[in-house]
C-alpha cells in the first residue's frame, strides 16, 4: 500500500474511515480547529473544510488541536520512515530515537552530513515543518501518554518527555490537546495497571499483528544476563544514553494488536528513546497490508502468507550490538551464538548497579569490546580479530549503525572490515537497521525453503521487492518453525539462520 498523496484519495480513506491510512497522514478540519486520525469515527467533515498533513506537528504549526476523540497521536508511526532510505528519512529516524534532546538540530544535522540549514530545507520542502517542529510534537505525543497512563507527577513527566521546562511543558500541552495536563489526567486511564518503580505503556501496532510470534522469536535468542524469556514476557536491558534500562514486553491481555511495555530507565530522558528503541525492535510501525500484498500475489509465498498475516522481521535496539551478534553467529547454532554472546557479555558487558531478575549486564559498547580481553570467550583467533576490528570501526566512525545510518553506505563499510562478509553485512541491515528490502545471499536454511517451493535465489532476489525482509521471515517460518507461532505446514530442517 502506498499513501495517498492528492486531496481526492486522501479524502477518499476519510469518508471510509479506512484505518489502513492511519500514522500515514492527519486530517485537519478547518471549522473545528482540529486534526484526526482517518479513521476518526466523527462525521466526516465536507472535502473543502479539510486539509491534510503528512505529520501531527505539521497539523500542530498550522494552529490545530488533536482530536480528543481518536487519539491522532496513539497510532503506529508511519512505516514511510522505515522504507525510505533519503536523508529526510533518516532524519524522522534519529529524531524518534531522541537525537534533538541529546545533541540539538545542528546535532542531527551533522550525524547526517549536512549543514542545519540544508537540513532544515530539505525537513520543511517536504514536511511543510522544521526538525524541532518535529521534535516538539513527539515531545507532546510522549508527554500525553504518560500523563493519562501513569500516575507519574508532572514535573516528572515534563522531564521524561524531554520539555526543558515546566512551563513549556504545560504551554504545549494546552496549545496541542486543548486541555491543560490536570484535565488530561483526570480522563480514565487506558494502560494495564503498573508495579511500583516501573512505567507501564500500551504501545500500539498496525493489525494484524502476532505479538506473541514476534516475542517468541526474540526470546529463542535471548542471552542469559542481558534478555529472558519466560514463555510469554521478553525482557532485555536496554543501553540508553544517560544510563541502562530494562524493558518487560508482553502480549497485550485483550489479545489487540499492542504489546504491554514495562520500562524501568535509570533517568526519565531517556524514556522516549526507550520506547523508540522498543518500537523498532518490535516492527510495530510497518504496514502489513502493503507487505502482504505483494508477497501474497506471488504463488510461490501465497500460502505462507495467508497462514500467517501480518508477519513481522523481529529487529534490535542497538545497531552495533547486532553486527557484534552476528559475527558471533556466523556459521555456528542459534545455541552456540548463546553461549558466545552471554561469554562475551560476561567479559566486557557493563554491569547493572543491581539485578533485575536473570539480568545482569548492558551489552558491551564498541568502546569497551575495542579494548577487552576475548581470550576467555571462546573464539577462534580470526573471529575474535573480527570482533575488534569491527568495534574499532564503530567507535572510529569507519562504520555507523545508528537509526540514522546510510544503508548503502553501512553494508560497504561492513564489508571492508576483514572477516564480514555479504551474508553477516545483510543481516545487520535486516534486523539491525531495520531495511526491509533485505536478501541473505547464501543462507543454507532459505535456500533449502525455495527448494522446497521450487524457487532459487535469483528469482526471490527480484519478485520480492521491496519486502524481502518480510519473505525471508516466511521462509525461515518453513525452515526453523520452533522459532515460529505459526509455522508453515511443511517444514525443513533448520540450518544457520534465523540468526
Known sequence: MTTPTDHEHRYRAVAGRDARFDGWFVTAVRTTGIYCRPSCPARTPK???VSFFSTAAGAQAAGYRACRRCRPDAVPGSPEWDVRADVVARAMRLIADGEVERSGVPGVARRLGYSERQLHRLVVGELGVGPLALARAQRAQTARLLIETTDLPMADVAFAAGFASIRQFNDTVREVFASTPTELRRRPATAPGGTPGWLTLRLAARAPYDAAEVLLFLGAHAVPGLEEWDGVTFSRVLDLPHGPGVVRLSPAPDGGAAVVARLQVAQLRDLGTAV???????????DPVAVDAVLGAD????GLVAGAPGRRVPGSPDGPELA???????????????TLTARLLAAAGAPLPAPVGTLTHAFPRPEALAAADLGAVGLTGARRATVHALAAALVGGDVALDPG???????????????IGPWTAA???LRGLADPDVWLPGDLALRRSLATLGSTDIEAAGRWRPWRSYAV???????????FTRPAAAAVPPERSAS
Open 405 to 419: 545510518a546510510d544503508r548503502d553506505a553501512a553494508a560497504r563499510a561492513l564489508l571492508a572490515v576483514r572477516g
Open 324 to 338: 557484534v551478534r552476528a559475527v558471533l553467529g556466523q556459521q555456528v547454532s542459534v545455541a552456540g551464538a548463546r
Open 47 to 49: 472535502s473543502s473544510n
Open 473 to 483: 521471515m516466511h521462509l525461515w517460518a518453513l525452515a526453523a518453525p520452533s522459532f
Open 299 to 302: 504463488p510461490a509465498l501465497a
Open 276 to 286: 523508540s528503541r522498543c518500537r523498532r525492535m518490535l516492527d510495530l510501525d510497518a
Open 427 to 429: 543481516l545487520v541491515a
